[in-house]
């Protein structure tokens, strides 16, 4: 299975490295980083996807040596928009999935305490543009670019999903670029806010909150044209109760959208582990063109 993902998603010329024999393997080498050269990948810590007053937004980047254009996937972190960075283990470890094939992204967003919602999702919007509009130069495949995100990352990634633009203004950078993507990888996320015990904390500088709760719900705009989704969550998520995400996914079977759903008794709110990343390849492959 492994091998015939590889296949499918990775450039023809990076199947010799047969998924870098393995997962584990590749984290292994994520820990090492003098073995990049000898695999050859390319890694980049804090490269500036965006500007905001000045201030660039900041993401980790890997990809493979290539002569053809890489898929993309795109990660973005937890932390209930208040916390949570592009290393931690919310989020993919690059170098990994460079290692599979991918030119991988691990972006930060401002984060509620500097400036309120919505700026974590326009950030969001901005790195989607930034792919688009550096495409060329990046040696990417802007028609393979793949979200993924846990928890309130999970909430971003799906509220494009779902939403796209909708009323909230581009900034960043790369205001007339496409913020098109494949589809989704939506894990532990919450979709519902209003509902939630901490969904309180997406509260905009001006307004009514409740609206804008429930404006950025992804739960609110799901529809049978929408992109792709994924969504692994656990029985036992603490932070984000399972009965938020079934809504979720009740929607998605009511409308029709492409879905896939794994439900989990006991994994906790779950975190970028072994076993997301089978699914997530799983996924991926079946909906790259």
Same mark, same amino acid.
């Given at each position: ?8 998603? $990775? +450039? %023809? #010329?990076?199947?010799? =490295?047969?998924? /870098?024999?393995?997962?584990?393997? *590749?984290? @292994? ?87 309120? $919602? +919505? %700026? #974590?999702?326009?950030? =969001?919007?901005? /790195?989607?543009?930034?792919?688009? *509009?550096? @495409? ?154």
């Amino acid at each position: 299975m492994i091998h015939r993902i590889l296949r499918i998603v $990775a +450039p %023809a #010329c990076f199947i010799a =490295l047969m998924f /870098a024999a393995s997962a584990s393997a *590749a984290e @292994a080498n994520d820990q090492q980083p003098g073995n990049e050269k000898e695999a050859k990948i390319v890694y980049q810590e804090n490269i500036v996807f965006g500007q905001v007053h000045g201030a660039g937004l900041l993401a980790d980047i890997a990809f493979p040596e290539s002569k053809r254009p890489l898929p993309v996937v795109l990660s973005v972190h937890g932390g209930r928009w208040r916390g949570g960075h592009k290393r931690d283990t919310s989020t993919i470890k690059v170098r990994q999935w460079a290692g599979f094939g991918f030119y991988a992204m691990s972006i930060d967003y401002r984060l509620v305490g500097c400036t309120p $919602a +919505p %700026a #974590c999702y326009q950030d =969001l919007q901005c /790195a989607i543009r930034y792919l688009h *509009a550096n @495409a060329k130069q990046l040696n990417i495949d802007p028609d393979r670019i793949f979200l993924m995100g846990q928890s309130a990352g999970g909430h971003l990634v799906s509220l494009a999903a779902t939403l796209g633009d909708g009323p909230f203004p581009r900034t960043g950078g790369w205001e007339k670029a496409s913020n098109e993507f494949r589809a989704v990888i939506s894990l532990a996320a919450n979709y519902e806010l209003n509902t939630l015990s901490w969904g309180n904390i997406w509260t905009p500088a001006s307004g009514d909150p409740i609206a804008a709760r429930k404006l950025a719900s992804p739960v609110n705009h799901v529809r049978k044209e929408m992109k792709p989704i994924l969504i692994l969550h656990s029985d036992n998520d603490r932070s984000v109760p399972i009965d938020n995400a079934l809504l979720m996914v009740e929607a998605l079977q009511k409308t029709g959208a492409t879905h896939t759903f794994h439900r989990y008794p006991t994994a906790g709110h779950m975190q970028v582990t072994e076993e997301v990343i089978k699914r997530a390849l799983e996924f991926i492959e079946k909906h790259s063109p």
